[in-house]
């Protein structure tokens, strides 16, 4: 939710002829996140968000654009791709694949409250229940192989001990893959920036361009692991009980899961203390960017592992 890619107003103005929204009346850069650019559009039929996509291919795009579909239609509140006039819900914009989605009400907010985190665990768990009637399938993108690949393009990097946290970690979850936990559709980046709330209640699911198949309690951990953590990295337990319960009310978590916890909550941080320690050192040329601070997931990490040394994250929900 960045913009890397500049769209003027008369480029804009030609390629919304592939649609049947009226006429354009405002286009406004979108200046947070990291990976893809993005816009508000304004047309005499109502607000829309723009994207052009600056990493995924074509061939890659119609998981996501039909997973919003399917989830919209299921009752998950998301974005639902707008279909142009030939039939397709995907574009091309200045060399970029490009698309329409509905805009939906409210705001994210910085300090989620006890209700807002049973809204987003029942969401969540709605999400993983309505995506198990969703056909395709999407590899992880950020999994053990890539874990591997950017971590060694990014150890060198680091002081002594950060090298040895990571070197550690990308080790142990190496050995340590999900594989026999409950799989399915995950949100995969469900972070507080991409939620929605309208007071107490919950707008909207954005930003499902992360989205793929893999281990649904991953996907808990990471919406924990932003939702649920204090300044200084360690979970903040009324929150997150109140955000476990809620999800659990909906698809309880197995033996399996409950076990698996502790360690699913410190490869849940790897991969954002990773994307963010790349994004830091690699960064991506663009407008109205900014890379997000690796240290917070660097944080984070190290209270997961405090925690689990000491047993005391083996929390009973």
């Known amino acids: 939710m960045s913009v890397f890619t500049t769209v003027t107003v008369e480029q804009l103005r030609l390629w919304l ?21 993005n816009y508000f559009v304004t047309t005499t039929s109502g607000r829309y968000v723009l994207t052009l996509f600056e990493r995924n291919t074509a061939d890659e795009l119609p998981y996501f654009l039909d997973l919003m579909t399917h989830l919209s239609d299921h009752d998950i509140p998301c974005p639902h791709p ?13 060399g970029k694949p490009a698309a329409l989605v509905s805009c939906l009400r409210g705001h994210s907010i910085e300090m989620p409250s006890i209700r807002q985190c049973e809204a987003v665990g029942e969401a969540i768990a709605r999400l993983h229940l309505a995506g198990a009637s969703f056909p395709a399938q999407m590899e992880n993108p950020r999994g053990r192989k890539w874990r591997s690949v950017t971590a060694a393009k ?42 929605l709330f309208d007071g107490d209640a919950l707008g909207g699911i954005i930003d499902f361009y992360y989205a793929c198949n893999d281990a649904l309690l991953y996907d808990l951990a990471i919406t924990v692991n932003d939702w649920c953590t204090t300044e200084e990295g360690g979970l903040d337990g009324a929150r997150l009980q109140a955000l476990v319960k809620a ?11 409950h076990k698996a916890w502790p360690g699913m909550l410190r490869l849940a941080t790897l991969r954002f203390w990773l994307s963010r320690l790349y994004d830091m050192h690699f960064p991506q040329d663009g407008e109205l960017t900014y890379a997000k601070d690796p240290g917070h997931f660097r944080r984070i990490l190290a209270q997961h592992i405090k925690a689990q040394d000491a047993q005391t994250n083996l929390v009973h929900f």
């Open 154 to 195: 990014v150890v060198a990097l680091l002081d002594a001990e950060d090298r040895a946290m990571l070197e550690n970690e990308v080790a142990l979850h190496a050995d340590l893959e999900p594989d026999g936990l409950p799989q399915g559709v995950i949100h995969a980046d469900l972070f507080r920036d991409n939620v």
């Open 17 to 37: 002829q592939n649609y049947s929204l009226g006429e354009l009346i405002d286009i406004k850069g979108i200046a947070s996140g990291i990976t893809n650019t």
């Open 247 to 257: 999800y659990q009310a909906i698809r309880p978590l197995t033996d399996a899961e």
């Open 82 to 94: 707008v279909i142009r006039n030939d039939g397709a819900s995907l574009g091309e914009l200045n």
